[in-house]
């Protein structure tokens, strides 16, 4: 029974930084829902003697081994080779994927050559996996009796397409009836691990149960796994619903949704339409939102006034409120907030006024002060944040606290 995997990712670009290698963490999020744990990621670069090392260490330490990577045409690509010595066998040239490539080519008008038919070739009683989208094809074969070695494209969208469509569910069917898992992740903003720790530790996991988190700035996620057979299901379906009652508002997303998709989400349903107005962020939260598809339905737009001149005339700031108050202050926010809620014509508007840094800061506004405001409907309010680091983490950090503001307000009653 396969209950351990390495995962083994290859290429000269992963080794040199210039690709983030996420095909790695993608096969193992997904080989943990089938109960498969990972024991070990290898990364090594294009060079016969590191795949090999790559593969004796991988062998060593588990049933399974998930390669990506080094399938193509090119010299470089020496995965089927290696893999071939690795198992002290040949390598035999596929005629129904050989055949696929050419006419592939031609239908595509490209000029054939026979190097492509690298391709096409595969350790000796290797069985083909499919790549719908890309023209290299994987492969399964066996390592001995007990051990299991798989490789897919290194292209992160074939080998998501190859995984989804061939691997996992050969796993799924493999393990019938082997102890499988369940498993949630909760977005959290607002609270820190120590924080959460402390509010959940009245939760009695008990056995196969585990909650882990990850920091990713500007906020935080904290999955839930359930192992075992039978009660697993009543188990975590209990459990997720004790942490979601004890973590209540701080929770804004399950699974992979973004900050930005519910806050979409939200205004589609309550029938609202935004505009912003921002100066320190400088258009980030614009961005944020205008990369969800079809939020063209509720953003009416944004003004960037990073100049006093540009809050007097493009959103009606009084320029007595600046002499009086500053620029970063709440008398602006709130002035920012309601004017460009007005000229946009938008149900809600939201100003951004801060100090960004590394310079520009007083003993009473240092660095990361900002101020965010809301203009609605019922709600017309300023609240003074302070953010700490550099540049780039108030701005990621002021976006993130304006949201979900914007998001607690649109779920009130």
Known sequence: MMDKAVIISTGDELTTGRVIDTNSATIADRLSTVGIEVTAVLKVGDDRELLRWALDRASDISDLIVGTGGLGPTADDLTAEVVGQFLGCRLLQDEHVAQSLKKRFEARGLTWSD?????????????IIPNPTGTAPGFRVSVGPHRTLVWLSGVPQEMLTMLSATVMPWLADLRSGAEQISACSFKIYGLTESRIDDMLKSISLGQGAKL???????DLTLRLTVRGKGERIAKFERLKSEIKKILGSYIYAEGEETLEEV???LLLAKHQTLALAESCTGGYISHRITRVAGSSVYFHGGVVSYSNEAKIRYLGVKAQTLQEFGAVSEQAALEMSAGVRDRLASSIGIGVTGIAGPSGGTAEKPVGTVWISIAGNNLHEARRFQ????????????????????????RAP
Not at 115 to 127: D, I, M, T, W
Not at 212 to 218: E, G, K, L, Q
């Open 115 to 127: 190097n492509n038919l690298k391709q096409a070739r595969f350790p000796e009683g290797s069985v």
């Open 212 to 218: 882990s988190f990850r920091a990713h700035f500007p």
């Open 263 to 265: 806050v979409g989400r």
């Open 387 to 410: 953010f700490h680091g550099d540049r780039e983490r108030v701005i990621v950090g002021t976006s993130q606290a304006a949201l979900d503001w914007l998001r607690k307000s649109l």
